[in-house]
């Protein structure tokens, strides 16, 4: 049964996200701003989270949202699904998403994706892609909006330790904005090995942010601490 939930909204999934696209033609032909894809985007993710919630039975609770910064900042947060890709378009409105070069090629979401515009990194360049990374966090930042990284580059198992990528000590480095740190365990429901999504709850955690101006190998030491202290008793959680 929850085998055939799943390929019910990955059906509805589909569906949903051909609606929107739709509306590129208007969005084109009237010159929408970057602020109105943006919340066209929020409508879409919006809409994925409902079918989630009401076909498979994945819902989702957030806890420590006080830690959230007033300001602008960079996020990192472990990567274990599409879910966490989705979802914080509207857990964090606005936000610049750094996102892998191969998914500008998926129909619909590439536009959005680009226009609204997140920073897209296509690590075949690469020093080049940490120069762009860092010239469009920058600019994101200017725009009053955070930047999010997922730190490991990839989507991981949950199982295996963090490990955080070079060029994420670098943007700590050079943005000097706080870090918040955040965990999900998502994996658990909507993960690479999963054969289908599962009915649950996933946790959005949100940590103490971190100030700048630590050393690049001090601060990942200590925003890895922060996810994997948050990580290791959710996932022994199922």
């Given at each position: 049964?929850?085998?055939?939930r799943?390929?019910?909204f990955?059906?509805l999934?589909?569906?949903w996200?051909?609606?929107l696209?739709?509306?590129?033609p208007l969005?084109?032909l009237f010159?929408?701003?970057?602020?109105?894809i943006?919340s066209?985007?929020?409508?879409?993710?919006?809409?994925?989270?409902?079918?989630?919630?009401h076909?498979?039975?994945l819902?989702?609770?957030?806890?420590g949202?006080?830690?959230?910064?007033d300001?602008?900042?960079?996020?990192?947060?472990?990567?274990q699904s599409?879910?966490?890709?989705?979802?914080?378009?509207?857990?964090?409105?606005?936000?610049a998403?750094v996102?892998?070069?191969?998914?500008?090629?998926?129909p619909v979401?590439a536009?959005?994706?680009?226009?609204?515009p997140?920073?897209?990194?296509?690590r075949?360049?690469?020093?080049?892609?940490?120069k762009?990374?860092?010239?469009?966090a920058?600019?994101a930042?200017?725009r009053?909006?955070?930047?999010?990284?997922?730190?490991?580059?990839?989507r991981?198992?949950?199982?295996?330790?963090l490990?955080?990528?070079?060029?994420?000590?670098?943007?700590?480095?050079?943005?000097?904005?706080?870090v918040?740190?955040?965990t999900?365990?998502?994996?658990?429901?909507?993960?690479?090995?999963?054969?289908f999504?599962?009915a649950?709850?996933?946790?959005?955690?949100y940590?103490?942010?971190?100030?700048?101006?630590?050393?690049?190998?001090?601060?990942i030491?200590?925003?890895?601490?922060?996810i994997?202290?948050a990580?290791?008793?959710?996932?022994?959680?199922s």
């Amino acid at each position: 049964m929850q085998s055939l939930r799943s390929r019910t909204f990955d059906v509805l999934f589909a569906g949903w996200t051909a609606l929107l696209g739709l509306g590129i033609p208007l969005l084109v032909l009237f010159r929408a701003p970057d602020r109105t894809i943006r919340s066209v985007s929020r409508l879409w993710a919006r809409g994925v989270l409902f079918e989630l919630k009401h076909i498979v039975g994945l819902d989702y609770v957030e806890n420590g949202r006080e830690h959230l910064p007033d300001e602008p900042c960079l996020i990192v947060c472990n990567h274990q699904s599409t879910w966490e890709t989705i979802a914080f378009l509207l857990l964090v409105p606005d936000v610049a998403i750094v996102a892998k070069h191969e998914l500008i090629r998926v129909p619909v979401f590439a536009w959005y994706l680009k226009r609204s515009p997140m920073i897209i990194i296509d690590r075949e360049v690469g020093t080049r892609a940490l120069k762009i990374m860092m010239s469009e966090a920058r600019a994101a930042l200017a725009r009053g909006r955070s930047v999010l990284v997922f730190p490991e580059g990839t989507r991981g198992s949950g199982r295996d330790s963090l490990a955080f990528k070079r060029g994420v000590g670098v943007l700590y480095s050079k943005l000097n904005v706080p870090v918040l740190p955040v965990t999900v365990d998502s994996g658990q429901y909507w993960g690479r090995d999963q054969p289908f999504k599962r009915a649950g709850t996933i946790t959005v955690s949100y940590h103490p942010p971190i100030r700048p101006g630590l050393a690049a190998n001090e601060f990942i030491r200590v925003a890895e601490a922060s996810i994997e202290g948050a990580r290791d008793p959710l996932e022994c959680r199922s």
